[in-house]
């Protein structure tokens, strides 16, 4: 019987985490090491479906409004941070109250947490958030191990929802004694316990020797030793050094030696389509996007093939709409836009721009942009339509988006829960005007009647085909111009075993059942 | 002394309240809302203008200005918008890095550019003087990431002499290659001027004099030429260390060092103002302090020069 | 005026008087000196080849810089090795390279021709003024000169370019404000020495206004020190500019700059396509040297005796 315990796995990413309070990780690098250190309620696995975490079952009502979860016996907090310091709560077992009062603490306006409005629709969250009501109404502990949920109105993905990391249970005494700190010195309940931090450097974080969690024989898990999270800035940096054996993983390979990879690690360059869509957003009310047949002219100018297969080395998958493979509602007959010059221009003379037009892409600074979007300006002269490139930060380009200034731009949308909702409400239903989610201040009427109701709908089949007919709409209006979907991928040294890709992005990778053959 | 050298602190007030005065009107006119930018790539409005609210975003200019002097005389920059981190904390933690890196790489570029110099002055006009001056002027103008990069890919992928990149297990072997980089410029220029400095004062009359008097010719050189060749150098030194204990943002780039410079690009790219204003004002004092140690030690090297005499440093 | 400066005005011809007559010989003098520099001389010529090759671009180059072969020739065009077809070969879109560093000449040459004379005019401005006037006015511009100095100086380019909406001209506009200080401070410590002499006194006492003693007394005996400043202040603006492309400000595409060609070109490195770095970074190099070789060669030939700063 091999001998799977042992090692440190060392990841490299690419933006130092902000915070590992889950309340506060609103970032891709901060999550991923967040769900090492908490647990959620539930989890999805890779197939995308929802699975047991630390609830052990659950059933809904039949209309939809109360969730009673059975917890799961035996769950612990860590008992130890850092350099053998004793946490507050001293390594007790977790209860319903520690629920009830993670929610009312996620909720509390005075913690101001990021994703704190995805629970809008849990009973007296409004009173609560206002200061009427001392205590969440919607959130009770029914007895020591059962926790039910109500809501005001049915909410479909609500159960998905539960598996982001922000919903993750934390120790109400460690909380309260670090206050704004508790970031730096994260108590949790997952397999990883916290080890160190040198800020934009690494993070360290060491096996958490009483994670209830075991394998199918009955050891105990995680495997590894400890995990270290190492902060590179360049993927090119990235790619040296693990090159150089000094990193277990990285994960994203760029394009210049994505062959060397292929060719050099043909079984652990591993690869699955994701559930993310790249595209270029245009502000429907400016000129000159207020005209569909300009939006369509776009859509059919660009060669999205030519793009993914000479800058991409084909690693990406041609959006033809919204919803990327792999997620529920995904229609795989769903007719998309060609690559027609000549119909582009057509479509610009009839749209009263014979002569082509003038636009500004603006996207944030990031090599792959860069690239993509010089592509882009090429191919668009054949069309007659003149682009104009203008990258910045993030920061700028957020506030131009939000103020309505950036009136066609890029986007990279990877989903938070995966529904269907989470694209196509939230980023085109006129509700989420702004920085809510719908920068293209995109409106239509049968398309916010469809999105409205397929979220309260608990007939799946009925959501799905909701939301494919939403999305025709959306696909005929254009407001988008569909580039592609996202592929995750990680290339791990050949001695890593027993990883999965999870669904839906590389952050909420799962390291419990890991080891490394060494 | 003691005079001139509180004269001089006195005058690095108003220069520090200035670049602060500087930081706060840039930062006021800037496009990028750092509280929309905590939330991410969606955020609700409620959760954004609170975030204003904590973060003091909202209080009149002059107010903010005003409070962080009160902070400053209390010690107190602060908390990062992004990592509510303390500011201090967040600088001081990077320090050590960044002041390993700058010792190192001044260190590596005096000796080397010293001992350069000297011995191109003393054997002026001789190939080993061309080639030495030659290479120094390759120094200056090469492009110190572009040398980096080559470095990079030569030892550590090609010979694998170096293991890598970053600080790795904390060994000295990992600011080899950011030495390098960081010091080659400031070598050459110090090289460059030894020995400049030398020739002007080998040919001048008090060396006449020193060797009449019989002094060895070591004695003559090191004693009397090398000092005087010195001065240039220290300000040289001087100017390097206040740039590079800043933070050397593109070698820490490429190398992934986590130094002061990091954060400084990172907090400008984040609109992470409170981190701004303190590495500015870290950074300022830096440069005063280091300004007058400078000036201060000239007399070691050339007695001539004393203090309250117009000086141009200013 | 007291007998023993009356005495004493004889102009000298190493230090003096370069007002109106004298000019032209010095000039002249430094000339012959500069062009026995042979290093010197290499520096100019590096500068002038450059130059031309960038204000002749379109006629030294087959292929058009921006225009994007793979889309026509498919991938063979792109990633190809220097051969006879592309001198400095391609990059991923199939682009020449060869262009792309002779266009990308003009991006840095204008950003150092502009950016140089954006601060020197401010700096000559600024300078004189406190050198002349002294007093408050000179409090108060070498206390700006001095907070200008302290500021990190690439954090502040940075924040500059990060900030403002992208644009050459803005650039230029953003490292121009702040690297004039160097240039002012020698400007005022010359207007400083030049004024206690006496021809200026005695232009005063004629009756000229102080401006006109600025123009015709003063800014003759300046100009030395500030062309050689602008001259070695030249190199630093290019490397400062191909530092922040490096970084990711600046130039946005397509239009080709060196330090933008270094950093996509770095990221091929690895996979072997040295050609797309190595090539910018020799442009940077040579045309940085030239003009460090220039201003050696002036300053030595402008006053052999005088010690002016390094650039910065």
């Given at each position: 019987m091999k001998n799977k315990y042992g090692g440190t796995y060392r990841m490299a990413i690419i933006q130092s985490p902000l915070s590992l309070d889950p309340a506060h990780a609103a970032d891709t690098s901060s999550s991923r090491i967040v769900y090492q250190l908490f647990e959620t309620l539930v989890d999805v696995d890779s197939d995308g479906e929802v699975i047991s975490n630390l609830a052990k079952e659950w059933d809904i009502s039949d209309n939809g409004l109360v969730y009673t979860f059975k917890l799961r016996q035996g769950v612990k907090f860590h008992s130890a941070i850092g350099e053998g310091i004793i946490t507050e709560n001293g390594g007790r077992e977790v209860t319903a109250k520690d629920w009830v009062w993670t929610f009312k603490h996620i909720i509390d306006p005075d913690t101001n947490s990021e994703r704190a409005y995805f629970l809008d629709m849990i009973k007296g969250y409004a009173d609560y958030r206002e200061g009427e009501t001392e205590a969440l109404e919607g959130v009770v502990a029914k007895d020591e191990y059962t926790l039910e949920i109500v809501l005001d109105h049915p909410f479909a993905p609500f159960i998905t929802m539960l598996a982001y990391n922000t919903f993750s249970v934390i120790p109400r005494e460690d909380v309260e004694m670090w206050g704004q700190d508790f970031g730096f010195n994260p108590v949790g309940t997952g397999p990883f316990r916290f080890s160190e931090w040198i800020q934009d450097d690494r993070v360290v974080l060491t096996r958490n020797e009483d994670y209830w969690r075991k394998d199918e024989e009955g050891n105990s898990l995680p495997y590894l030793n400890g995990m270290e999270f190492r902060t590179i800035n360049d993927l090119t940096m990235q790619w040296t050094e693990f090159g150089l054996g000094n990193l277990e993983a990285i994960e994203s390979v760029d394009d210049p030696y994505y062959h060397e990879a292929l060719e050099k690690y043909p079984d652990s360059f591993l690869r699955k389509p994701q559930m993310g869509t790249y595209f270029y957003g245009m502000n429907v009310t400016a000129k000159p996007f207020d005209n569909k047949k300009v939006r369509q002219a776009i859509n059919y100018a660009i060669d999205r093939q030519g793009i993914i297969d000479r800058l991409r080395n084909g690693r990406a998958t041609p959006a033809k709409g919204v919803l990327p493979p792999g997620m529920f509602g995904y229609n795989p007959d769903l007719e998309g836009y060609t690559y027609d010059p000549q119909k582009a221009r057509k479509l610009l003379a009839e749209a009263g721009y014979p002569d082509g037009i003038e636009i500004t892409l603006q996207y944030n600074t990031d090599d792959i942009h860069k690239r993509i979007a010089e592509a882009f300006q090429q191919q668009m002269k054949d069309a007659g339509i003149e682009v104009k490139l203008r990258h910045m930060d993030g920061a700028a380009l957020f506030e131009a988006m939000g103020k309505g200034e950036a009136t066609f731009f890029r986007l990279g949308w990877v989903v938070d829960y995966p529904d269907p909702d989470n694209f196509l409400h939230v980023l085109l239903n006129s509700a989420n005007f702004g920085p809510l989610g719908n920068f293209t201040l995109y409106k239509n009427d049968e398309f916010d009647r469809l999105t409205n109701e397929a979220r309260v709908e608990s007939d799946p089949e009925e959501r799905r085909k909701m939301y494919q007919e939403a999305e025709k709409i959306v696909v005929e209006e254009a407001p988008w111009l569909f580039v592609y979907h996202y592929t995750t991928e990680q290339l791990l040294q050949p001695y890593v075993k027993d990883y999965s890709l999870p669904p839906f992005g590389e952050h909420n990778a799962i390291f419990y059942s890991v080891w490394l053959d060494k | 002394m003691t005079n001139y050298v509180f004269r001089r602190l006195l005058a690095v007030i108003p220069v520090i309240v200035g670049v602060i005065a500087v930081v706060f009107i840039l930062t006021s006119i800037v496009p990028g809302d750092p509280a929309r930018l905590m939330v991410g790539q969606r955020g609700d409005p409620a959760t954004i203008q609170k975030l204003r609210e904590d973060l003091g975003l909202n209080r009149p200019l002059w107010q903010q200005f005003i409070d962080f002097f009160k902070g400053v005389v209390t010690l107190d920059l602060g908390r990062s918008y992004r990592t509510r981190m303390p500011v201090i904390q967040a600088i001081a933690e990077r320090l050590p890095i960044t002041a390993r890196l700058a010792l190192a790489s001044m260190a590596l570029a005096v000796t080397s550019g010293v001992t350069l110099g000297m011995v191109a002055a003393l054997k002026q006009n001789s190939m080993l003087d061309?080639?030495?001056?030659?290479?120094?002027?390759?120094?200056?103008?090469?492009?110190?990431?572009?040398?980096?990069?080559?470095?990079?890919?030569?030892?550590?992928?090609?010979?694998?002499?170096?293991?890598?990149?970053?600080?790795?297990?904390?060994?000295?072997?990992?600011?080899?290659?950011?030495?390098?980089?960081?010091?080659?410029?400031?070598?050459?220029?110090?090289?460059?001027?030894?020995?400049?400095?030398?020739?002007?004062?080998?040919?001048?009359?008090?060396?006449?004099?020193?060797?009449?008097?019989?002094?060895t010719e070591k004695a003559v050189i090191i004693g009397h030429a090398l000092k005087n060749a010195m001065i240039p150098v220290i300000t040289v030194v001087g100017t390097g260390m206040a740039e590079m204990l800043g933070g050397a943002i593109v070698v820490e780039k490429l190398f992934s060092l986590p130094g002061v410079g990091r954060l400084g690009i990172e907090a400008i790219l984040n609109r992470d103002f409170a981190i701004i204003r303190g590495q500015v004002l870290f950074m300022a004092l830096i440069f005063v302090v280091t300004n007058l140690l400078v000036d201060l030690s000239y007399p070691l090297f050339d007695p001539r020069i004393k203090y309250g005499r117009t000086w141009r440093r200013e | 005026m007291p007998a023993e400066r009356a005495k004493g005005m004889v102009p000298d011809n190493n230090r003096g008087d370069r007002s109106e007559g004298k000019v032209c010989s010095l000039w002249r003098d430094a000339w012959e000196r500069?062009?026995?520099?042979?290093?010197?001389?290499?520096?100019?010529?590096?500068?002038?080849?450059?130059?031309?090759?960038?204000?002749?671009?379109?006629?030294?180059?087959?292929?058009?810089?921006?225009?994007?072969?793979?889309?026509?020739?498919?991938?063979?065009?792109q990633l190809v090795p220097p051969g006879t077809d592309h001198w400095?070969?391609?990059?991923?879109y199939g682009r020449d390279i060869y262009s792309r560093v002779v266009y990308g000449a003009r991006v840095s040459l204008q950003i150092g021709v502009a950016s140089t004379i954006i601060s020197v005019v401010i700096g000559v401005i600024l300078g004189a003024m406190a050198g002349y006037y002294g007093g408050l006015v000179d409090d108060i511009i070498s206390w700006l000169t001095n907070v200008i100095f302290a500021f990190p100086f690439l954090l502040f380019v940075l924040a500059?370019?990060?900030?403002?909406?992208?644009?050459?001209?803005?650039?230029?506009?953003?490292?121009?404000?702040?690297?004039?200080a160097g240039v002012a401070r020698i400007v005022r410590g010359q207007v400083l020495s030049a004024r206690e002499k006496e021809y200026v006194e005695a232009a005063t006492v004629v009756g000229g206004s102080d401006v006109r003693v600025i123009v015709k007394h003063i800014l003759p005996n300046i100009l030395a020190p500030v062309i050689v400043q602008a001259t070695l202040g030249m190199g630093s603006i290019i490397m400062l500019e191909s530092s922040l492309s490096f970084l990711g400000?600046?130039?946005?595409?397509?239009?080709?700059?060196?330090?933008?060609?270094?950093?996509?070109?770095?990221?091929?490195?690895?996979?072997?396509?040295?050609?797309?770095?190595?090539?910018?970074?020799?442009?940077?190099?040579?045309l940085v040297l030239g003009f460090n070789l220039l201003g050696d060669g002036l300053r030595d030939a402008l006053d052999p005796r005088q010690n002016v700063g390094e650039g910065r």
């Open positions: - | 061309y080639g030495s001056m030659i290479a120094a002027l390759i120094g200056i103008s090469a492009p110190s990431f572009w040398v980096g990069i080559m470095l990079v890919v030569l030892f550590c992928v090609q010979l694998r002499w170096i293991p890598g990149t970053g600080t790795g297990d904390g060994s000295w072997i990992y600011l080899v290659l950011p030495a390098l980089t960081l010091g080659m410029r400031p070598a050459a220029l110090i090289a460059r001027l030894t020995r400049s400095g030398m020739l002007e004062v080998l040919g001048q009359d008090y060396i006449r004099t020193a060797r009449s008097k019989g002094l | 500069l062009k026995q520099n042979k290093a010197a001389i290499a520096g100019l010529f590096l500068v002038a080849v450059i130059t031309l090759a960038a204000v002749f671009a379109p006629l030294i180059t087959k292929y058009d810089p921006g225009v994007q072969l793979v889309w026509t020739q498919g991938p063979d065009a400095f070969g391609t990059d991923i500059l370019v990060a900030y403002l909406p992208p644009g050459l001209p803005l650039m230029y506009a953003a490292i121009g404000i702040v690297n004039w400000f600046g130039i946005q595409p397509p239009t080709p700059s060196w330090g933008y060609e270094i950093d996509q070109g770095r990221q091929y490195l690895l996979a072997g396509a040295w050609w797309w770095s190595a090539f910018p970074g020799f442009a940077i190099m040579a």
